[in-house]
């Protein structure tokens, strides 16, 4: 809890200084406990060491806590309902804190791992509670005898506004990610040449790196190549079109470089 509470404070400083021309600031004090500092564009990272680990941690840490105390001690009445020692308002307050720091990520496999995991979880996890909101749901649209005509205008218009608030929050998140250029290459890049596409996308040097320590695991899936060996295996093994274009991967493979991978 203390961990969350961090990232989302000093991901918030982060989101808002990286806004407002603070970047200079904000390095200086990211560099204190990290030796990454900060990414070139404007992702937040917390107290991780770049954005996409915050967005796994988000993914497969905090976010399946925060769904599971939500979905498995719901109740309507929050004045009364307690999940973990925490009030279900206080509960649903970093529920949605967690998500708005995961967009602030704009960490592509984070959105996609989380969207599926969200999926599954509700399909399997959260159906008795799907079936009784969406109950309540349309209580709301049907005028009962004892039902006075202003409530049900008052119930049928609250469901009517919680539709209009749900589809605006998709769109403002929909549009949020588009601006960001490095979530919009992936529908913008040309994928007429499928490496061309890999390389414009932003996705080289994940997949190359992929491709290479395949066959190091396929070779050797029981002992592995051994503590440290791994570099010796991944360059030879990856594809020939994804070695040029790449800054990442011609850095390491430079004569003068330090570099050495170890996955």
């Not at 954005?51 to 993914?59: E, K």
């Amino acid at each position: 809890m203390v961990g969350l509470v961090g990232h989302l404070i000093w991901g918030g400083i982060q989101f808002i200084g990286l806004n407002t021309g603070h970047r200079d600031q904000l390095r200086e004090i990211q560099e204190i406990f990290s030796v990454r500092g900060l990414v070139k564009n404007k992702r937040i990272s917390g107290f991780t060491f770049e954005p996409s680990w915050l967005a796994s941690q988000l993914a497969t840490l905090y976010l399946p806590w925060l769904v599971a105390a939500l979905l498995g001690r719901w109740t309507m009445d929050f004045r009364r309902s307690s999940v973990n020692g925490l009030s279900s308002l206080v509960n649903l307050f970093f529920l949605l804190a967690s998500l708005a720091a995961l967009l602030a990520t704009y960490s592509r496999a984070g959105l996609a791992v989380t969207a599926l995991a969200a999926g599954i979880t509700v399909l399997i996890a959260g159906r008795p509670f799907l079936q009784s909101a969406w109950g309540w749901f349309l209580a709301g649209f049907r005028c009962s005898v004892t039902q006075s005509r202003l409530g049900w205008i008052q119930a049928a218009g609250g469901r009517a506004l919680l539709i209009i608030v749900v589809v605006a929050v998709l769109a403002g998140a929909g549009i949020f990610l588009s601006d960001k250029g490095y979530i919009a290459r992936l529908w913008t890049s040309d994928m007429s040449d499928f490496w061309g596409y890999v390389s414009s996308a932003s996705l080289g040097p994940r997949l190359a790196y992929a491709a290479g320590a395949m066959p190091a695991f396929n070779a050797n899936p029981l002992t592995g190549v051994g503590l440290g060996a791994s570099g010796f295996w991944i360059y030879p093994n990856m594809p020939d079109e994804l070695l040029m274009g790449q800054p990442e991967i011609a850095q390491a493979l430079a004569p003068n470089s330090g570099l050495f991978p170890n996955p």
